[in-house]
């Protein structure tokens, strides 16, 4: 099983960021993901540092972990913003980077505060934030098309296509993650996992990523935290570890995989 970690990137400073990065890369985790929010309020921390400048930066910082954002929520940012930030980030790490997207939170969520606090609208329907998310995923594939209308010539390209994951909590939005992406994403601990996972596995020969995300613990060892053949038995390939608060570069060093 694919092992990754991921950061609050809101409870540390870059250095200390940088720092951990590079120890979780030589620690062995595959893929270094980051969050993506406006406020730090909304993940229990002082500050939040936007995700693709900082995902730009790790890629110059390291130079082999992966590197992937869980979820880019889809009603922050105009599709073909979304498509160039991506884009640019790919380039700058050589290929390393992954894509999840989300549909956002309801606007009756904790999550939606800060969308609030900036009058930026919500959908009141997860059909319509579903639609909304398929929308990004249209302007995705037409930007970076190899043969793409002329009107998109100068716009970034990115060097690979990225692997897009959607991150779900729902059986729709898991059927559409296994017709249009490339992996999805729930939570280890969700009522439904088995049900909504099954429902994300396409129905062609593609290359699909399964992935569960869960709390890093670093007071255990990665067997006793978690039941790894029970998770591959289900199907899942890829375990997403957050790390909650601060999880010093020295520590990570310790936990090799």
């Not at 010539?153 to 959607?166: D, H, S, Y």
């Not at 007071?219 to 957050?242: F, M, T, V, Y």
């Not at 601060?246 to 090799?256: E, K, M, N, P, Q």
Request: aromatic share 6%; glycine share 8%.
């Amino acid at each position: 099983m694919i092992v990754d970690i991921q950061f609050n990137q809101g409870h540390y400073t870059w250095l200390e960021l940088r720092d951990a990065a590079r120890a979780a890369e030589d620690a062995g985790y595959s893929t270094l993901w980051i969050s993506d929010h406006l406020a730090g309020s909304v993940m229990a921390a002082p500050s939040m540092p936007e995700c693709f400048t900082l995902l730009g930066a790790l890629a110059e910082a390291t130079s082999t972990i992966g590197l992937g954002v869980l979820v880019a929520n889809v009603g922050t940012r105009h599709p073909a913003v979304l498509a160039n930030a991506a884009a640019t980030v790919q380039n700058i790490s050589g290929g390393r980077f992954i894509l999840g997207l989300g549909a956002g939170a309801s606007p009756t969520s904790s999550f939606a505060s800060e969308l609030h606090a900036i009058d930026m609208p919500i959908p009141t329907t997860m059909a319509e934030r579903h639609a909304r998310l398929e929308h990004t995923l249209d302007v995705l594939d037409e930007m970076w098309d190899a043969h793409r209308d002329k009107k998109f010539a100068t716009f970034p390209m990115p060097c690979v296509r990225p692997k897009i994951v959607l991150g779900v909590n729902s059986v729709a939005l898991a059927k559409i993650a296994g017709r249009r992406a490339d992996g999805v994403n729930v939570r280890a601990s969700h009522l439904h996992r088995r049900e909504i996972l099954t429902a994300a596995q396409p129905n062609d020969e593609r290359s699909f990523t399964t992935s569960v995300w869960d709390f890093l613990d670093v007071s255990k060892s990665l067997d006793e935290a978690h039941d790894s053949q029970k998770l591959e038995g289900e199907g899942i390939d890829r375990l997403i570890l957050l790390a909650r608060g601060d999880v010093t570069s020295d520590r990570l060093r310790d936990i090799r995989l």
